[in-house]
């Protein structure tokens, strides 16, 4: 994956430290591992439960928190790169589900990261063949990912 692909985080929890650096070589990886296109922009924003549950009961109609949601557009009408992905990570759900799971807290982030890179490249979850689907993929980047990447670098306690 070379200088085709812009990634940006904002971190808004305030529990939480995001290793950017690491974070970005991995979002490339999981891009390049999907054989992506170039010209993709992603700005990933981590964040709270309740303010995850705002988002969630505005553009999905659930209120509750959940554990990713992720909005895609086209931007070439916009004279910008082909694809502009945003997508927002709970990280109260990603701790959650880490002891609900028995995954660590930082593998189940990750998961929620490619989670929401495979939803804007064109993988849906809408029904039981399409998750299968989508859970294979998931597994099989994140078993490439621990092979070449300490995992457990991409987050801290603030």
């Known amino acids: 994956m070379g200088s085709g692909v812009r990634v940006q985080f904002v971190n808004r929890h305030k529990k ?3 290793n950017e650096s690491l974070l970005k070589k991995i979002v490339k990886e999981i891009l390049g591992f999907c054989k992506s296109p170039e010209g993709l922009e992603f700005e990933f924003v981590f964040l709270d439960d309740r303010s995850i549950r705002r988002l969630n009961k505005r553009f999905k109609k659930k209120d509750e928190p959940t554990d990713v949601l992720s909005f895609g557009m086209k931007a070439e009408e916009f004279g910008c ?3 502009i992905g945003e997508i927002f990570i709970s990280l109260d759900r990603a701790l959650e589900n880490s002891e609900t799971f028995g995954s660590s807290f930082a593998e189940e982030a990750l ?3 490619i989670h929401g890179i495979l939803h804007i490249i064109g993988y849906d979850d809408e029904n039981s063949a399409a998750r299968r689907r989508m859970s294979k993929k998931e597994r099989d980047i994140l078993r490439y990912l621990w092979k070449r990447e300490d995992l457990s670098k991409v987050l801290t306690r603030r």
């Open 16 to 18: 939480y430290k995001i």
């Open 81 to 83: 790169r082909p694809f």
């Open 111 to 113: 998961l929620y990261v």
